[in-house]
């Protein structure tokens, strides 16, 4: 439980979350372990076995686009597979979260040995000035796991309810009234939030609830930047990136996907974060008051390290075989694969590592705390998440000098 | 501290031609669900045309975001909302009795399911 009397969190008065696509944390944050031995990333000795059984070491040459192609998978049997190296049943005593099943799982998809090699590669610091700055001079975590170890709509859909009752796939029609999305949480004790889609072509991938019923909770990204600019930026912010290389709706353009989901060209979602980052950074009327998170919703498919630690179970739920795909049932009793994840603060001590288990359920769950105090009508893995305004803990706002500025080349 | 120059995408990075990725498939999906409960007067104005590429995809999302955003849902929506520009005058502090705990608790043991499943991995 944070200290209320932190002068961080005195101040405090936004939180906006951005949630990236589809990369682990070796993949884009690995490589920092060699600048800060604290951060629990790569050493270059990990390794994977490929179809052939010849191990496969991680590799510091991936490329911003053109090596995920075909997307990895990452539905629920790949990662279990990802996971588990292959040994698919609980019945079996040598099933343990090995992270041995990567290559293996990659090489399914096209059944070329050379090409599966490509999923161990990660990116150096250098290749992502923005994202590995922002880890170095901020906060970075080193156990924010994605809420399921399957693909992205169940993961988002903890960032928004703190549950996702019960689906673990992409056909995720989950709504139901038992556990209300934090956006009506706020709304409905008088809160200002917003989920911000990049454009309307791009849309929000929370299409079946919130959009079709509360389309007035919803803002496009330029409509995120002129807040900023005119100081009346929702109390929490949910931001989402473009989805999609596409037309510009009003004919002016052409708008590059920025989400940095496989075959997406990384860079583009650099420039992203570094315009959602400089709309706060750069207003002195917010930049006090104001936390940003940036995370990932889940690993794609893409090699990390640390095995997922179990979990409370999210208890009534459970996922049956036929929608695992696996022969056991799944009682969200476990976490997702690791994602880089990063809170972003002028009370933040520069160069935090923070070793805390945290997941996407954490973001309702810090957002309730916060804003609405005491909630009882959560998920069980709400209840149960960590919250993370306690690393808002330094007793003096930071320079001004030492807050980094990030200018996007055309 | 020195401004960090970010390098942009290549010339070549935009493919609009691109195939749908599964999340992208998946959000057509829900957007077609929510488009066969509009009325045929409201679905007018929603283009029909084959989606297959990330362009295609986002000229559908475009019209159907637009008629959603207008207010027309399967149901009326019902929020209690506030302007977001409202002033923000005291500090906020965090509300008493944040109920915390640690995320990474042991699994229980469970009951497991009588059914068994027959897929092959």
Same mark, same amino acid.
């Given at each position: ?6 002068? @961080? ?23 920092? #372990? ?70 293996? *799982? ?5 059944? *070329? ?18 994202? &590995? #700055? ?7 975590? $080193?156990?924010?796991?994605? &809420? ?38 706020? $709304? ?15 849309? &929000? ?6 959009? #079709? ?9 330029? =409509? ?28 002016? @353009? ?28 750069? $207003? ?37 075989? &036929? ?9 969200? =009793? ?27 359920? *954490? ?26 305004? @306690? ?20 | 501290? /020195? ?8 010339? +070549? ?21 929510? /488009? /066969?409960?509009?009325?045929? +007067? ?11 590429? /990330?362009?295609?995809?986002? +000229? ?62």
């Amino acid at each position: 439980m944070p200290d209320p009397k932190l002068p @961080g969190l005195k101040q405090l008065q936004h939180i906006v979350v951005l949630m990236m696509e589809n990369r682990s944390f070796d993949h884009m944050l690995g490589s920092l #372990k060699t600048l800060n031995h604290a951060v629990d990333g790569l050493d270059g000795t990990e390794t994977n076995p490929d179809s052939t059984g010849v191990p496969v070491s991680v590799s510091p040459t991936a490329e911003y686009q053109s090596q995920l192609d075909p997307d990895p998978d990452h539905h629920f049997p790949a990662v279990d597979l990802q996971i588990f190296g292959g040994v698919a049943t609980a019945q079996n005593p040598n099933r343990t979260p090995n992270m041995q099943g990567f290559v293996k *799982s990659y090489f399914n998809q096209q059944h *070329s040995v050379k090409h599966s090699h490509l999923i161990m590669n990660y990116f150096t610091p250098d290749k992502l000035p923005v994202l &590995s #700055k922002l880890a170095t001079e901020y906060a970075v975590f $080193n156990r924010w796991f994605s &809420s399921i170890p399957g693909p992205t709509l169940c993961n988002r859909a903890f960032a928004h309810y703190g549950t996702s009752f019960g689906q673990v796939s992409m056909d995720v029609f989950y709504w139901n009234k038992q556990f209300k999305s934090i956006y009506e949480r706020l $709304n409905e004790a008088g809160h200002s939030t917003r989920l911000y889609y990049y454009d309307e072509a791009s849309s &929000s991938l929370e299409v079946v609830n919130l959009l #079709k019923n509360q389309p007035s909770l919803f803002g496009t990204f330029q =409509d995120f930047l002129d807040a900023c600019d005119k100081n009346e930026l929702p109390e929490y912010s949910f931001i989402e990136p473009n989805y999609t290389d596409h037309d510009s709706p009003d004919g002016m @353009g052409e708008l590059i996907a920025s989400d940095q989901h496989p075959d997406h060209d990384v860079r583009a979602g650099e420039q992203f974060i570094a315009d959602v980052y400089n709309a706060i950074r750069n $207003n002195p009327k917010l930049w006090p008051n104001t936390a940003l998170l940036i995370v990932y919703d889940e690993h794609g498919g893409i090699y990390d390290h640390v095995p997922p630690p179990s979990c409370t179970p999210d208890t009534p739920f459970v996922a049956q075989p &036929s929608a695992t795909g696996t022969p056991d049932p799944f009682y969200f =009793d476990r976490l997702g694969v690791r994602v880089p994840a990063v809170l972003v603060s002028p009370w933040v001590k520069r160069g935090s590592v923070i070793n805390d288990v945290f997941e996407h359920a *954490s973001i309702p769950a810090t957002i309730t705390n916060y804003f609405l105090g005491n909630y009882p009508q959560r998920s069980m893995r709400e209840q149960a998440a960590n919250t993370f305004l @306690g690393y808002l803990d330094q007793p003096a706002i930071r320079p001004e000098d030492q807050c980094p500025k990030f200018k996007n080349l055309k | 501290m /020195e401004v960090i120059h970010v390098p942009p995408p290549s010339k +070549q990075a935009f493919h609009k031609g691109r195939p749908m990725s599964d999340l992208i498939k998946a959000q057509i999906k829900h957007f077609k669900h929510v /488009e /066969e409960r509009l009325s045929p +007067q409201q679905r007018e104005s929603i283009p029909q045309h084959r989606i297959t590429t /990330e362009n295609e995809a986002a +000229q559908y999302i475009h019209a159907m975001t637009r008629l959603l955003r207008s207010g027309v849902g399967e149901q009326p929506a019902k929020p209690k909302l506030i302007p977001i520009s409202a002033k923000k005058s005291a500090a906020r502090t965090p509300a008493k009795g944040l109920a915390i705990a640690a995320s990474a608790a042991p699994s229980k043991p469970h009951k497991k399911s009588k059914s068994k499943s027959s897929k092959k991995k």
